[in-house]
């Protein structure tokens, strides 16, 4: 017999999108539940957890939940350049340590967690609108009602799918990376490392966790490549190529491999009684495919939208277009920006790489900064084409703003 549950809202995913959507929801007043898959918060980690300092702050994520980035360096195989800084602008999180904050954050506002519960069903109306979810718990088969459900399930994208609305994505990035011990290493300083015997379509990096643990990992971009990452970071780590042999004896503590979608902004994120977020929804960034600072902004609108819809007794579609434009006038034209830069860092050469680091290297840290996270604003392209008037960057900004 199947146990039965009845909710307002049922967010499907404990991830950071979806803990920050039972939170807003919950604080809201709304009765939550925070469906996860697997033994407990974040038991498989799936992302370098890169992110930023602004982010950070806005978020409220506790500072013993991150690393501090100061330094950025680059490396091609033949240049390298370092971009410095007197305060942190980026960091590494701890991704198990903030995934559970954030999850302790939505059962603190009084969202109900259940794991070991996956889900492989969808429950619709006579209209064919979804108003629950099926699956399996720790007890059996289990079943959730509710007047809405957010799709925070992440890449594979669950409950959209069994609705039939999207397809798997065509083009992703796939990463594999080795959490490990090493003997040297700098704790405020990340390594990007590009070029066809890093990754083709894709980098590899270096990223500091302090107390000398660093996260080792190769990033390809699919379908553009064929490179299979896992295999690929075994190579570099065996022949311990460019700056991995600086870090001296490395000690495999724990491996993660994850799947990021790469797109662009192709989805519809809202439908009747459903909202997609995070992964689900495609919000993340081409250039270094991250995505946890969207994954926990757009959560808690999306949380907080659909407490609104639900205490009005409206779930419909257009009652979750605010969030929807909330994201869209944010990010797509940035995400759209960052994918042409993107497509055409894909196109590079080993020579044409070591020309482009040259080029990086005269960019302030909050420039630079402001350029990996895709802020492509129209003030920030025009200080940036106006402050280092190369041709390159001259270039850039053209393409950028869609010209030739």
């Given at each position: 017999?199947?146990?039965?549950?009845?909710?307002?809202l049922?967010?499907?995913g404990?991830?950071?999108?979806?803990?920050?959507?039972?939170?807003?929801?919950?604080?809201?007043?709304?009765?939550?539940?925070?469906?996860?898959k697997?033994?407990?918060?974040a038991?498989?980690?799936?992302t370098?957890?890169?992110?930023?300092?602004?982010?950070?702050?806005?978020?409220?994520?506790?500072?013993?939940c991150y690393?501090?980035?100061?330094?950025?360096t680059?490396?091609?195989?033949?240049?390298?350049?370092?971009?410095?800084?007197?305060?942190p602008?980026a960091?590494?999180?701890?991704?198990?340590?903030?995934?559970?904050?954030?999850?302790?954050?939505?059962?603190?506002a009084?969202?109900?967690?259940?794991i070991k519960?996956?889900?492989?069903?969808?429950?619709?109306?006579?209209?064919?609108d979804?108003?629950?979810?099926?699956?399996?718990?720790?007890?059996?088969?289990?079943?959730?009602?509710?007047?809405?459900?957010?799709?925070?399930s992440?890449?594979?994208?669950?409950?959209?799918?069994?609705?039939g609305?999207?397809?798997?994505?065509?083009r992703?990035?796939?990463?594999?990376?080795?959490?490990?011990?090493?003997?040297?290493?700098?704790?405020?300083?990340?390594w990007?490392?590009?070029?066809?015997?890093?990754?083709?379509?894709g980098?590899?990096?270096?990223?500091p966790?302090?107390?000398?643990?660093?996260?080792?990992?190769v990033?390809?971009?699919k379908?553009?490549?064929?490179?299979?990452?896992?295999?690929?970071?075994?190579?570099?780590?065996?022949?311990?190529?460019?700056?991995?042999?600086?870090?001296?004896?490395?000690?495999?503590?724990?491996?993660?491999?994850?799947?990021?979608p790469?797109?662009?902004?192709?989805?519809?994120?809202?439908?009747?009684?459903?909202?997609?977020?995070?992964?689900?929804?495609g919000?993340?960034?081409?250039?270094?495919?991250?995505?946890?600072?969207?994954?926990?902004?757009?959560?808690?609108?999306?949380?907080?939208?659909s407490?609104?819809?639900i205490?009005?007794?409206?779930?419909?579609?257009?009652?979750?277009?605010?969030?929807?434009?909330?994201?869209?006038?944010?990010i797509?034209?940035?995400?759209?920006?960052?994918?042409?830069?993107?497509?055409r860092w894909?196109g590079?050469?080993?020579?044409?790489w070591?020309?482009?680091?040259?080029?990086?290297?005269?960019?302030?840290s909050?420039?630079?900064?402001?350029?990996?996270?895709?802020?492509?604003?129209?003030?920030?392209?025009?200080?940036?084409?106006?402050?280092h008037?190369k041709?390159?960057?001259r270039?850039?900004?053209?393409?950028?703003?869609?010209?030739?």
């Open positions: 017999m199947s146990e039965e549950n009845q909710y307002d049922v967010v499907v404990g991830g950071p999108a979806g803990s920050s959507a039972a939170w807003s929801a919950a604080k809201n007043g709304i009765n939550v539940a925070l469906i996860e697997e033994n407990s918060i038991e498989t980690v799936r370098s957890g890169v992110t930023w300092i602004q982010s950070i702050k806005e978020f409220g994520i506790p500072e013993n690393n501090p980035i100061k330094n950025f680059f490396c091609s195989p033949n240049n390298e350049i370092t971009i410095k800084d007197s305060i602008r960091a590494v999180l701890d991704v198990r340590k903030t995934y559970r904050w954030l999850a302790k954050e939505a059962e603190n009084g969202a109900d967690i259940f519960t996956s889900i492989n069903g969808v429950i619709k109306n006579d209209n064919g979804i108003v629950g979810v099926s699956g399996v718990g720790p007890k059996g088969e289990i079943t959730f009602h509710s007047k809405m459900i957010i799709d925070a992440g890449f594979s994208s669950t409950i959209c799918k069994a609705m609305f999207v397809t798997q994505w065509e992703f990035g796939a990463g594999a990376e080795w959490e490990v011990k090493v003997e040297n290493v700098d704790s405020e300083t990340w990007l490392m590009v070029g066809q015997q890093y990754s083709p379509a980098y590899a990096w270096i990223f966790l302090g107390n000398n643990m660093v996260r080792i990992g990033g390809v971009g379908p553009e490549s064929d490179v299979d990452p896992t295999q690929r970071l075994k190579e570099l780590m065996d022949t311990k190529l460019g700056p991995i042999k600086k870090l001296g004896k490395i000690t495999p503590i724990e491996f993660h491999y994850g799947l990021i790469n797109d662009g902004l192709s989805r519809k994120t809202v439908f009747n009684n459903l909202i997609l977020v995070g992964d689900s929804a919000q993340a960034n081409p250039l270094v495919l991250e995505g946890i600072r969207y994954a926990i902004k757009y959560g808690r609108v999306a949380g907080k939208v407490a609104n819809a205490k009005s007794g409206n779930t419909n579609r257009e009652a979750l277009v605010p969030y929807e434009k909330n994201w869209k006038k944010d797509e034209s940035k995400i759209k920006s960052a994918g042409k830069v993107q497509d894909i590079l050469s080993d020579e044409d070591d020309k482009e680091l040259d080029i990086i290297s005269e960019l302030k909050e420039e630079f900064i402001d350029f990996i996270k895709a802020e492509f604003g129209l003030s920030n392209m025009i200080k940036l084409a106006t402050h008037p041709l390159a960057v270039q850039l900004f053209n393409l950028v703003k869609g010209k030739n």
